[in-house]
């Protein structure tokens, strides 16, 4: 049996060391004692590893997974609505319609019936306007339109947020082969190949050609690094939070469930967000896409996008909101009273057309 | 996301804004993003699939009444992982059962250790370990580790001191590195226990 040798002081620290509890002075201090101390080294390399079989064992399973008849249940009980009736639309005849979705947003303000009155009256007008004001939702299926995928040399540059001050070992979920990464990494996200999010945020960056030290810093690569390829021609950062899954690609980013917030900073070419239900091409912009059963929603704060289904299009610009059915409907309407949230890094970025006069424009 | 982020996700934010405007199908986001972990931890915690599924529903339903009072410029996730774990001791309340972290009895823990003869290796061993811990100490190791909360947050959870959290889990964790078996003292788990 190997002896024991008497425990080094500095090993007192270790637990506070691995639970991210120390000062940032004195883990800088422990981390240069640790690489003079092998016996402390070890000790620290034992303790990880039973700090990674109680992490592995406290992992969401399978069974945790949040499935659409659960989170139906919940909202039923908060609706009020009979258990087993969707209350989220996963087919076209089960979606809220516009109508009853603006109707919901006045539920809000039942002080204000008066007003909302003359709103609904003003949106009966509007509604009125007829079908190529809202387009039909009825029809079939749309099957999921797909973009170009780019050779997997090129890449899509990442960060992971930082879940507290001092980078440690996240447990928001997985990236690519299922490696575990670290918040305030950096790194390459390929194109064409598909990541999950699990949890918690990821944001994307793209190019940083424009300027900004502190954006670099952002994301711990200097511009001179970045891979060559198109996904560079992007100037804008993507926040997509979880449960998400999505594919990088030389066009933009395919979507395919969680949401994202696209913040673009300054001049740029189109860039296209695939979802299952229809394509978004942004054209300088700040918005934000949501996958839902059935649908997508997407919410305009400034800019112009371009909405296209494979039997309708449309184009927004300012405050808008829009939703892409599964039946390849389009619907639009104002972004409620309340704005996205502010950007963390406002850039030079393209306010764009922000007027917000044609609330469905055809083209 | 983990409860340590003290960044709201803004598409969080702008889903508790609409429910707060009258939208309560907006709060599905946040029962979409948040089911998944607080699932995981009312089910280790309860060790009851059926009851965990139910707690789980009323967390939610018990986040979307209690909303008003929530400060939307703090993030979602550790606030509804307080109603969580509130609405898992108020049902052990309920039937009866307290959940005390203190005092620490390491003779209570030591009980629930497997035996020598039912040592298994890996993560094996530490589902097993938390599964026969008490709940007090169960609910220490899934505050820290499946809840990524800091020594502070948890003792404010438990309305203990932060000495006492940090020497329990300190304690709890020294006996589940007996079980596991350090590398020099259990060469055989060296191997066997290596996880994927």
């Not at chain 1, 991210?20 to 002075?25: A, I, M, V």
Request: with cysteine; charged share 25%; aromatic share 6%.
């Amino acid at each position: 049996m190997k002896e024991r040798s008497t425990p080094c002081l500095r090993s007192v620290d270790f637990q506070a060391y691995l639970d991210g509890e120390l000062s940032p002075t004195v883990r800088a201090d422990l981390e240069r004692h640790l690489g003079t101390c092998s016996q402390c080294a070890a000790t620290l390399a034992a303790m990880r590893r039973i700090d990674g079989l109680v992490a592995d064992a406290c992992r969401p399973g399978p069974e945790d997974r949040p499935s659409p008849a659960r989170i139906d249940r919940v909202m039923s009980r908060i609706l009020g609505t009979p258990a087993g009736v969707p209350v989220t639309p996963v087919s076209t005849s089960g979606s809220p319609t516009f109508w009853e979705t603006l109707t919901g947003w006045l539920q809000g303000w039942p002080a204000m019936a008066g007003l909302g009155a003359a709103v609904l009256l003003i949106a009966v007008l509007w509604v009125g306007r007829g079908p190529s004001a809202l387009p039909s939702r009825s029809g079939s299926s749309v099957p999921a339109p797909d973009i170009a995928l780019a050779p997997p040399e090129q890449g899509f540059r990442f960060v992971v947020k930082p879940t507290s001050g001092s980078p440690s070992t996240s447990r928001e979920g997985l990236l690519e082969e299922g490696q575990p990464f670290l918040a305030g990494e950096a790194g390459i996200l390929r194109s064409g190949k598909r990541y999950e999010v699990k949890d918690g945020a990821i944001l994307l960056a793209g190019t940083f050609s424009g300027p900004g030290p502190g954006r670099t810093a952002a994301i711990g690569t200097a511009p001179a690094q970045a891979p060559a390829g198109s996904l560079d021609r992007f100037d804008l950062d993507i926040a997509l939070t979880g449960p998400a899954r999505f594919i990088p690609g030389p066009e933009g980013l395919r979507l395919e469930t969680g949401a994202m917030v696209c913040t673009f900073r300054g001049a740029h070419p189109v860039f296209t967000v695939t979802t299952p239900y229809g394509k978004i091409e942004a054209l300088g912009t700040r918005f934000r896409v949501e996958i839902r059963p059935g649908e997508a929603i997407v919410q305009l704060e400034e800019g112009r996008l371009r909405l296209s289904t494979a039997r309708d299009s449309a184009m927004v610009t300012g405050r808008q909101r829009a939703r892409l059915h599964s039946s390849g409907g389009i619907e639009t309407g104002e972004l409620g009273s309340a704005p996205l949230p502010p950007r963390t890094d406002p850039g030079p970025g393209s306010a764009g057309d922000s007027s917000a006069d044609s609330l469905h424009q055809s083209y | 996301m983990t409860d340590r982020q003290n960044v709201p996700v803004p598409a969080e934010q702008e889903a508790i804004q609409m429910v707060r405007r009258g939208r309560k199908d907006a709060f599905r986001l946040l029962v979409e993003n948040h089911w998944e972990r607080i699932h995981n931890l009312l089910r280790r915690f309860l060790k009851d699939p059926d009851l965990a599924e139910d707690l789980c529903q009323e967390a939610f339903l018990q986040a979307f009444t209690s909303l008003d009072t929530f400060d939307e410029t703090r993030p979602f996730g550790p606030w509804m992982s307080r109603v969580a774990v509130n609405t898992a001791l108020m049902h052990r309340r309920k039937t009866g059962r307290q959940v005390v972290v203190t005092p620490y009895d390491e003779n209570e823990i030591r009980q629930w250790l497997p035996g020598p003869g039912e040592r298994v290796v890996g993560a094996m061993i530490v589902d097993e370990f938390l599964a026969r811990l008490p709940e007090s100490f169960r609910l220490l190791f899934l505050m820290r580790y499946a809840l990524d909360l800091s020594y502070e947050e948890m003792a404010d959870f438990l309305s203990e001191p932060v000495g006492t959290v940090k020497g329990n889990l300190y304690r709890a964790r020294e006996l589940l590195k007996q079980a596991v078996g350090e590398p020099e003292s259990r060469p055989q788990l060296v191997a066997e226990g290596a996880t994927p």
